[in-house]
């Protein structure tokens, strides 16, 4: 519920508790996170949403509990100085 509440206003309005609360737990059916890497950080000074600042895209390369590989894109936006989460996807690596 924390996590929840300190996410972009927008985010919240877009998912309700119920939605994120099922995103959570589908997240935690591999295990959660065993080891993350970053691999890029794209930062725009300009989003085209009023109420950020600035908005800053962290892409990961993850390796979940149960060995399998995903692509997480976590999006933060500052709002009022304060970064918070605008959005996440999760993508799983195709295997080659």
Do not use: C
């Not at 959570?24 to 959660?32: F, K, P, Y």
């Amino acid at each position: 519920a924390a996590s929840y509440e300190a996410a972009a206003p927008a985010l919240r309005d877009a998912y309700g508790f119920g939605i994120w609360e099922l995103g959570v737990a589908l997240h935690a059916s591999d295990g959660g996170a065993q080891r993350r890497t970053l691999v890029r950080v794209e930062r725009d000074v300009s989003p085209s949403n009023p109420a950020y600042e600035a908005l800053e895209i962290l892409t990961f390369d993850t390796i979940m509990m149960n060995g399998v590989r995903k692509t997480e894109r976590l999006a933060m936006a500052l709002i009022d100085g304060v970064w918070r989460v605008a959005t996440l996807d999760i993508e799983a690596v195709a295997e080659e």
